[in-house]
T-cell receptor, first 112, second 111 residues
Framework: DQQVKQNSPSLSVQEGRISILNCDYTNSMFDYFLWYKKYPAEGPTFLISISSIKDKNEDGRFTVFLNKSAKHLSLHIVPSQPGDSAVYFC???????????FGKGTKLTVNP | DVKVTQSSRYLVKRTGEKVFLECVQDMDHENMFWYRQDPGLGLRLIYFSYDVKMKEKGDIPEGYSVSREKKERFSLILESASTNQTSMYLCASNMGSYGYTFGSGTRLTVV
């Protein structure tokens, strides 16, 4: 049973426009959510996170929104840059556990 | 700068070989993890360790074992490598914080 779902395997946007990556989860016990970015042949790097007590967290060009009632979160990148082209993984954890559950990833391509 | 170091970036092994993947972290982290990444399947947890000599199975432990004799080192062992274990293997660590630090990964090909 897939607890964290990224239903879009890929997304293509133009440079300067907004990129919106979506993630849904099924486990209501999750209380912390993270986004990781991964380039080919490299390990994932942490991008941004959000606690379940918040509905928005912003860091520069990156904003994560959490809708607990819908069990949905999204990552907004504004403006998108070609260097943002990578695979983005959504991850979640529940209180008391150190295990992260990852989605399958969305490959973002930002075209110049 | 904090680091998680995986000993090999690329490995090619033969079917049936015993394979060791090594991971070392310099952050004094309690928790260490092994994931594999496959196209269309995302990151799947193989094993994790929350202390020296302590380990727990993840979602896909079959065909793997682990060893953690020292806090900084977490080894993944493929007892008898098979072609379906060809994958990117990622080691990570954390210590009660909410995010992981990942290594650069080991691309293993079993022929």
């Amino acid at each position: 049973d897939q607890q964290v779902k990224q239903n879009s395997p890929s997304l293509s946007v133009q440079e300067g426009r907004i990129s919106i990556l979506n993630c849904d989860y099924t486990n209501s016990m999750f209380d912390y959510f993270l986004w990781y970015k991964k380039y080919p042949a490299e390990g994932p790097t942490f991008l941004i996170s959000i606690s379940s007590i918040k509905d928005k967290n912003e860091d520069g060009r990156f904003t994560v929104f959490l809708n607990k009632s819908a069990k949905h979160l999204s990552l907004h990148i504004v403006p998108s840059q070609p260097g943002d082209s990578a695979v983005y993984f959504c991850a979640a954890k529940r209180g008391g556990s150190e295990k992260l559950v990852f989605g399958k990833g969305t490959k973002l391509t930002v075209n110049p | 700068d904090v680091k998680v170091t995986q000993s090999s970036r690329y490995l090619v092994k033969r079917t049936g070989e015993k394979v060791f993947l090594e991971c070392v972290q310099d952050m004094d982290h309690e928790n260490m993890f092994w994931y594999r990444q496959d196209p269309g399947l995302g990151l799947r947890l193989i094993y994790f360790s929350y202390d020296v000599k302590m380990k727990e199975k993840g979602d896909i432990p079959e065909g793997y074992s682990v060893s953690r004799e020292k806090k900084e080192r977490f080894s993944l062992i493929l007892e008898s490598a098979s072609t379906n274990q060809t994958s990117m293997y990622l080691c990570a660590s954390n210590m009660g914080s909410y995010g992981y630090t990942f290594g650069s990964g080991t691309r293993l090909t079993v022929v």
